[in-house]
C-alpha cells in the first residue's frame, strides 16, 4: 500500500546518526526499517531494538545492528504503527500481536513516532477489536472479567491454536462499543488478574505521520 510506504519512509527523518532506534512492528514501520537500512548503507550508525522476533529479523536482513536490551540506559526514538490513532493521538495497537514489547519500548523512548496511513485516523478508538495480552493460565476466567467491562471478547486463534505471543502469552480482541474514556479503560484492564497489558497507548505518541485529504503528509 503506497500510503504506509510513504509515511513509514518518513520516519527516517526522526533519525540521526548514533541514535539507539525503537523498531515497531507491522506493514507501516517495515517500510521503515527498510530505508534505515538504505541509510545504514549510506552511511547512517543506529543501533535498533526490536519489538518483536518478526522485526528482529528484519532487522538482521536490512543490516541494522541490535542494542543489547539489557545494556542500553536510553533509547532516543521508538518508531512503531497504530491500528487507530484518535484526535488525542491516542492509539490502539497490537493488531499484529507485538503491543507488550512495543509499550515497553515506546515507554522507554525519549520521542515516541508513529506511522499512520489515513484508514487508521478516527475520532474515537473502538471500531477496531482492542488486543489484550494475557497469561495462558485462567484464560477463561481473565476472558470473563474483561467481558464484564461491557466487550465482546474473542481469544486469538492462529493455525486452529490460541494464538501465542513472543512472549509466550495469549491475545484477546475486545470489542467495546466505543472507547469515549481510553485512560480509564488502560487502567480498569490492566488491574484484571491475568491480563499483561492492553493495546491502549495513552498520551504516549509525540508525533504521528499521516496523510492529509489531498495525500500530502502531515506530522500530527
Ligand atoms: C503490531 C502493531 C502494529 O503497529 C499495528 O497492528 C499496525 O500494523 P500495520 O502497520 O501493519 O497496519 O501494533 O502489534
Known sequence: MIE????????????????TVGLG??????????????????????????????????A?????PLANIKEIDQIDVAIDGADEVD????LMKGGGGALLREKIIARAAKKFI???????IVNHLGAFPLPIEVVPFGVEMTNEQIRLLGAETKIRYSNGNPY??????????AKFPNILNPVTLEQKLNMIPGVV???????MANAVITLNAEKSVVIK
Open 60 to 64: 538482521i536482513e536490512c543490516g541494522i
Open 4 to 19: 504506509k510506504k510513504i509515511v513509514g519512509e518518513k520516519a527516517v527523518e526522526f533519525v540521526k546518526d548514533g541514535m
Open 87 to 90: 484526535s488525542q493521538l491516542n
Open 197 to 203: 497489558e492492553n493495546g491502549l497507548f495513552n498520551q
Open 114 to 120: 508513529v506511522v499512520a496511513d489515513p484508514a487508521k
Open 164 to 173: 501465542q505471543s513472543d512472549n509466550g502469552n495469549y491475545i484477546i480482541d
Open 25 to 58: 512492528t507491522g506493514s507501516t514501520v517495515y517500510y521503515t526499517i527498510i530505508k534505515l537500512g538504505q541509510l545504514m548503507k549510506e552511511g547512517l550508525t543506529i543501533k535498533g531494538v526490536p519489538t518483536s522476533v518478526e522485526t528482529e529479523k528484519l
